[in-house]
């Protein structure tokens, strides 16, 4: 039977070779061709926010954090790659004429890590300090950490300021956003799974138990922080790639609340279930795109009805996609 390394290394090839084939080679993706451009766009959103619902979910699911500013986090991914993608079509070395046949792929892997290392830089940053608190204060504190990294770029003119960033070639396909999709499910449920990753629930858990077992707390919780805010960078990356303008606007309060109701309505620190959520609530947003003055109170009275009839969220307490290591017996 496969171990967890050799699921990891057929992932990573699959996740590659699916890329390739959806990545500037028209005579191979002729598949593309096969789907309207409407559902095309809908099933990339699904991607993205599932990378987001995700990632999130490891900080407030199974690390027991609760954080509002993913879309600070978002935001750095986002423009930093998008400035990358430019500043590399300036120098001649476009994505889109690729020098050979990895060329672009091979790009756009190394502006997809910048986007996600300079937001995992950017929650580290942001965690030290902030992730010694608890509860609500640390919610606060999240709140007012993404709202400072938007105002900062609003006032950034490199970036464009208030007006937003345009240009952004559009290098996002289906296969890159799923391949992502795919990536951030492995690695949380891998970590979350492994020796080390029950940390993540002991502290959630109970964090004072854990402090009294000798397990440094702050570390932990500032891990989870980290990765999911390098996966949150990617998140942006592929959006910001996807609709070619993005702006400060963009990622204010609201898309990080949209995020935790995903994580909420999934079910805190299950994974399918946060997925399932991801992409129901992409289906349900463009359902009420003709009634968009109301989709925040849809999502209030869905988080009401689900914290009464449910509150373990609609897959709740389901056991992980992926296997278990078993201890020595």
Same mark, same amino acid.
């Given at each position: 039977?496969? #171990?967890?390394? =050799? /699921?990891? $290394?057929?992932?990573? !090839?699959?996740?590659? +070779?699916?890329?390739? %084939? &959806? ?65 590399? #079509?300036?120098? =001649? /070395?476009? $994505?889109?004429?690729? !020098?050979?046949?990895? +060329?672009?792929?091979? %790009? &756009? ?65 289906? #296969? ?8 951030? !499910? ?144």
């Amino acid at each position: 039977m496969i #171990g967890p390394k =050799g /699921l990891f $290394v057929s992932a990573v !090839i699959a996740v590659g +070779a699916v890329s390739y %084939l &959806f990545t500037g080679h028209p005579e191979m993706s002729w598949t593309l061709a096969q789907i309207d451009d409407y559902l095309l766009n809908i099933l990339i959103l699904m991607g993205i926010n599932v990378v987001l619902a995700v990632s999130l979910n490891l900080v407030n699911g199974h690390a027991g954090q609760f954080s509002l500013g993913h879309a600070g986090f978002m935001a750095v991914g986002a423009y930093g790659s998008a400035a990358l993608t430019m500043f590399l #079509g300036q120098a =001649g /070395l476009t $994505v889109l004429q690729p !020098i050979g046949g990895l +060329a672009a792929p091979l %790009l &756009f892997c190394i502006v997809l890590i910048f986007g996600g290392v300079l937001a995992a830089m950017v929650g580290l940053l942001v965690g030290i300090p902030s992730l010694r608190l608890r509860g609500d204060y640390l919610a606060i504190v999240t709140l007012g950490f993404g709202e400072i990294i938007r105002v900062v770029i609003q006032n950034a003119d490199g970036l464009g300021g208030a007006r937003g960033l345009t240009g952004i070639p559009a290098h996002t396909t289906l #296969g890159w956003t799923f391949a992502v999709a795919a990536s951030s !499910i492995y690695v949380v449920g891998s970590l979350v799974n492994s020796t080390y990753g029950r940390g993540f629930i002991a502290v959630r858990d109970d964090e004072i138990a854990a402090e009294a077992m000798g397990i440094n707390t702050t570390k932990y919780k500032v891990i989870a922080f980290t990765v999911g805010a390098f996966f949150a960078g990617l998140a942006g990356a592929l959006y910001a790639h996807f609709i070619g303008y993005i702006t400060p606007e963009g990622f204010n309060f609201l898309k990080s609340v949209d995020v935790v109701v995903m994580v909420i309505l999934g079910g805190m620190g299950s994974t399918a279930g946060v997925t399932v959520a991801a992409v129901a609530l992409t289906v349900l947003n463009e359902l009420l795109r003709q009634a968009e003055q109301y989709r925040m109170v849809v999502f209030a009275l869905l988080l009401i009805i689900l914290m009464i009839l449910r509150p373990q969220g609609l897959i709740g307490n389901l056991g992980s996609w992926l296997p278990r290591k078993r201890g020595r017996s």
